[in-house]
T-cell receptor
Framework: TQLLEQSPQFLSIQEGENLTVYCNSS?????LQWYRQEPGEGPVLLVT?????EVKKLKRLTFQFGDARKDSSLHITAAQPGDTGLYLC???????????FGAGTTVTVRA | DVKVTQSSRYLVKRTGEKVFLECVQD?????MFWYRQDPGLGLRLIYF???????EKGDIPEGYSVSREKKERFSLILESASTNQTSMYLC???????????????FGEGSWLTVV
């Protein structure tokens, strides 16, 4: 199983501030996904990135896949209380049905 | 939209009982997965299946079995439930086939199992 490390583990910010969550590994991934999970619910897919150096934007969320396809970041601009949740990154190796998950970053946005 | 449906959201079972958790997906996905999620331990893969009647052990298969008789349905079975199996169980599915570039899995809402 390939190891994915997320940082920070916890993040608490005021509404309107920006935040960045990191996902790092020593392994190369063919694709990387970001999910958001609210308490008591299953993870919901936010984005899949597949190309090294790729940047994807989803409204106020910006996702970047590292050039070497070993790391990724999620940046939220002007965070809102609705962004509160557990953010998970997950990576897939080549020809691998399974994903490796990071431990998650718990984000709290205070109104 | 992909829909993964887990039959029970909340269950309370007694130690030693046999427990069935059912999962159905409606997108004709080849692969299905069962995870459990515990505070501080993250998501851990129990079993997965890449085809009907096929199954492979994940990271923590002990105490669990699975059944996939139809493509759309994947069942998790706890033969004799124990208190350390109290957890949130998540079913997921994906379309990925070997040789494809990119693999995305989609989760159900989760089943909270309490074993007393």
């Amino acid at each position: 199983t390939q190891l994915l490390e997320q940082s920070p583990q916890f993040l608490s910010i005021q509404e309107g501030e920006n935040l960045t969550v990191y996902c790092n590994s020593s392994s190369v991934f063919s694709s990387l996904q970001w999910y958001r999970q609210e308490p008591g619910e299953g993870p919901v897919l936010l984005v899949t990135v597949v190309t090294g150096g790729e940047v994807k934007k989803l409204k106020r969320l910006t996702f970047q896949f590292g050039d070497a396809r070993k790391d990724s970041s999620l940046h939220i601009t002007a965070a809102q209380p609705g962004d509160t949740g557990l953010y998970l990154c997950a990576g897939a190796g080549s020809n691998d049905y399974k994903l490796s998950f990071g431990a998650g970053t718990t984000v709290t946005v205070r109104a | 939209d992909v829909k993964v449906t887990q039959s029970s959201r909340y269950l309370v079972k007694r130690t030693g009982e046999k427990v069935f958790l059912e999962c159905v997906q409606d997108m004709d996905h080849e692969n299905m997965f069962w995870y459990r999620q515990d505070p501080g331990l993250g998501l851990r893969l129990i079993y997965f299946s890449y085809d009907v009647k096929m199954k492979e052990k994940g990271d923590i298969p002990e105490g669990y079995s699975v059944s996939r008789e139809k493509k759309e349905r994947f069942s998790l079975i706890l033969e004799s439930a124990s208190t350390n199996q109290t957890s949130m169980y998540l079913c997921a599915s994906s379309l990925y086939r070997r040789g494809q570039y990119g693999n995305t899995i989609y989760f159900g809402e989760g089943s909270w199992l309490t074993v007393v």
